[in-house]
């Protein structure tokens, strides 16, 4: 099983990205996902999640910024991320907690 994290890059203080989670394995691994970042020189932190219910979780720090969704049939999580700050610079990881398993990260730069 594979997470892969795409979509990330440099983007200027307001503009917007798309990070894609794409799973391979079965469609249930995208039940329970999470997005992480790890900014430079500090620890992960956990920035949005969705569970099986649909319920959602973002950080103080992105909420009403970015949006989770998930498209079953491509078997993908995606991260909208709006109006985003040089703070959200990072490296944002997709992790899924149904296998447990991390994405091998994809760099985010916002430049003021």
Known sequence: VRLVESGGGLVQAGGSLRLSCTISGS???????????????????LVAAV?????????????G?????????????????NNLKPEDTAVYYCYSGVLHTWGQGTQVTVSS
């Open 65 to 81: 910024r970015f949006t989770i969704s998930r498209e079953y049939a491509k078997n993908t999580v995606y991260l909208q991320m």
């Open 27 to 45: 469609t249930d691994s995208i039940d329970a996902i999470a997005w992480y970042r790890q900014p430079p020189g500090k620890q992960r932190e």
């Open 51 to 63: 569970n099986s219910a649909s319920s959602t979780y973002f950080a103080s720090s992105v909420k």
